[in-house]
């Protein structure tokens, strides 16, 4: 996923408020990036021009090479099925579906049958520790499993790109700790790439990656906890 040249502006006119500045990032295959700022610098905007929810004012975004911002209409949301997966701070799960049911959503939408969906979601519930609660409501677990259970929806269809948004806010820290866990393991698939918006610092040292956001721009990087010292000649 590529981001150039990033521009968003709110209003038109004499009103218009420019939330992006021309932003440059890139999230690479193989790696978790997590993305920081504080509440308000243009986080959760530039995420959903990254995913094809909002189109820039100006600049592009490219997914496997692909000019997403050029996609109009089905071609787009059918792009977004393909290519990405969406993790979210508050689940947004179905509660009148089974887990299994909630995580085989994205290939019922994409044509396939019921049976063979069902089937797809329960190995990606087991994947991730989930087959003993394949058949249970949202109603019936903890907020751990329910996320787990939104993992496993981005992760059905085989994405290379999964994006999430606060997705351990919501979670105490051995529960966010288990989350961040099993995105640590799909990240070290060189297929995947995988950014996690977040304000929550306990999950700075699963990254491989830390990009700092300010103002509506990229102001940088930093290391991750526990990374090793750069050598110097």
């Known amino acids: 996923m590529r981001a150039r040249g990033v521009v968003k502006d709110f209003g038109s006119g004499g009103t218009a408020s420019r939330v992006l500045h021309g932003v440059d990032l890139e999230i690479e295959p193989g790696r978790l990036t997590l993305l920081i700022g504080p509440s308000g610098c243009g986080k959760t905007t530039l995420l959903s021009i990254l995913t094809g929810i909002l189109t820039p004012s100006a600049g ?88 787990r259970v939104a993992i496993a929806r981005a992760l059905v269809h085989e994405p290379s790109v999964i994006v999430c948004d606060e997705p351990t806010a919501a979670l105490d820290e ?34 491989d990656r830390i990009v700092t956001m300010n103002d509506g721009r990229i102001t940088g990087e930093i290391t991750p906890p526990g990374a090793p010292e750069p050598l110097h000649a």
Not at 70 to 89: C, D, N, P, S, T
Not at 175 to 184: A, D, F, K, S
């Open 60 to 147: 592009e975004v490219e997914i496997q090479g692909v000019c997403i911002t050029a996609l109009r209409g089905a071609r787009k949301a059918r792009f977004r099925r393909e290519h990405l997966g969406f993790i979210f701070q508050q689940y947004n799960l179905l509660p009148a579906l089974t887990a299994a049911e909630n995580a085989a959503i994205p290939l019922v939408a994409d044509g396939m049958s019921l049976a063979e969906a069902a089937k797809r979601a329960r190995a990606t519930l087991a994947r991730i520790g989930m087959a003993d609660h394949a058949d249970k409501r949202p109603n019936q677990l903890s907020g751990g499993q329910m996320q």
């Open 174 to 207: 051995q529960t966010g700790r288990t989350v961040m866990e099993i995105l640590r393991r799909i990240a070290s698939d060189a297929r995947n790439a995988v950014l996690v918006v977040t304000h929550d610092n306990r999950i700075y040292h699963f990254a």
